[in-house]
């Protein structure tokens, strides 16, 4: 009998410039969007609302853009990362189209880098993965690296090569949602009166609150996502594992700490850009995530005075509240609570 099953690919199965078609198309329906409220108690108004999505102009609530990105990122998992290690960070991710609800959904993905580690038994394999509509038009295009194991520690492997990233997206690269009007932006139904023009750069913002993860919301966000790496699950093998027991997908930090910002960031109503990011920590059930993030940058965008764009650094931080901003010590080493680095570019309103 032949072998139908997929193992994953394993280091040495990647080729540089290697383009992959990743399965399964996938239709984002407004259940996934509810489900995905359930998870974060996200409340951005823009996401939550139609008829506020309609007053700026949006036909309706657009798709969370962070689901999007999971959707996107989750259909690479079964051909890239299905024998990851870990998913080590982000780069030069643009959001294109917002997606709505009864869009569909695909990812292609070409090998962009590869570098086998000191150790012969892994390798860092650095993928830029596009995702389209049903109309073939880009709603997320992002490059982003993971360690990969060898299934052959003594398989041959070409020469490192490693991309150059720019360390973040321009002003004016950034993709403004056709007919955006922010005129009819009401700063009351959307929770903050604090508009582009209120922050500076070297602002510090403590988001406050915080969320403890749960095993089982961690694994139905995994699920929804269509994630399959076997860290996530597999509590079977993964207790004879690194770390003893399941680790919780990356991107769930990441949808919990965008979530808690609305607390101090409630108009930054679209992520247009994900310029960096790196999980600096794991995260397990049972622990509790806070926040906090700093203004980078404020940048005006070509021929719009009504929306601006801020570049953010937010840290997400584990058992530990952010009133004093965690982040990294004297020596460069971060701090033992921060679990999450991610450097990305937001739209918001500006007053008028």
């Not at 991710?93 to 569909?104: A, I, K, N, S």
């Not at 993928?127 to 073939?136: D, F, K, L, M």
């Not at 988001?207 to 996530?232: G, W």
């Not at 033992?336 to 918001?348: E, K």
Request: net charge negative; glycine share 10%; aromatic share 10%.
């Amino acid at each position: 009998m032949a072998n139908k099953t997929n193992p994953g690919n394993f280091f040495e199965d990647f080729q540089l410039g290697q383009k992959i078609i990743h399965a399964t198309p996938r239709t984002i329906t407004q259940g996934d969007s509810s489900l995905y409220t359930a998870l974060y108690g996200t409340r951005f108004a823009a996401h939550s609302s139609s008829a506020f999505a309609q007053a700026v102009g949006l036909p309706e609530a657009p798709v969370d853009d962070m689901l999007v990105f999971h959707v996107v990122f989750g259909k690479t998992v079964p051909d890239i990362s299905l024998n990851a290690i870990a998913n080590l960070g982000y780069a030069q991710g643009r959001f294109g189209l917002p997606v709505y609800p009864g869009d569909t959904l695909s990812t292609v993905s070409e090998v962009i880098g590869l570098k086998e580690n000191s150790n012969g038994k892994t390798g860092t394999v650095y993928v830029r993965s596009v995702g389209t509509n049903q109309r073939g038009e880009v709603v997320l295009d992002y490059v982003r690296w993971v360690m990969v194991r060898k299934g052959n520690a003594n398989a041959e492997v070409g020469e490192a090569v490693v991309p150059e990233l720019a360390k973040s997206v321009s002003g004016g690269d950034l993709i403004v949602p056709e007919g955006l009007d922010l005129s009819g932006y009401d700063a009351r139904l959307a929770g903050s009166p604090h508009f582009w023009d209120d922050y500076e750069a070297g602002e510090k913002i403590d988001h406050v609150d915080a969320m403890t993860v749960e095993e089982s919301d961690h694994m139905i966000a995994t699920r929804l996502y269509q994630n399959t790496a076997k860290v996530h699950f597999n509590q079977h093998t993964e207790k004879d594992g690194r770390f003893g027991k399941r680790i919780v997908y990356g991107g769930h930090i990441i949808s919990l700490a965008r979530a808690l910002s609305f607390n101090g960031l409630a108009n930054a109503f679209r992520i247009a850009a994900i310029n960096g990011g790196r999980h600096v920590a794991p995260i397990f059930a049972g622990d509790t995530v806070y926040a906090w993030s700093e203004v980078l940058e404020q940048e005006a965008l070509p021929g719009r005075d009504d929306v601006g764009a801020l570049r953010l650094r937010m840290i997400a931080a584990k058992d530990h509240a952010c009133s004093d901003f965690p982040y990294q010590n004297s020596d460069g080493t971060y701090h033992s609570a921060v679990v999450l680095d991610f450097d990305y570019t937001v739209l918001m309103p500006r007053k008028l």
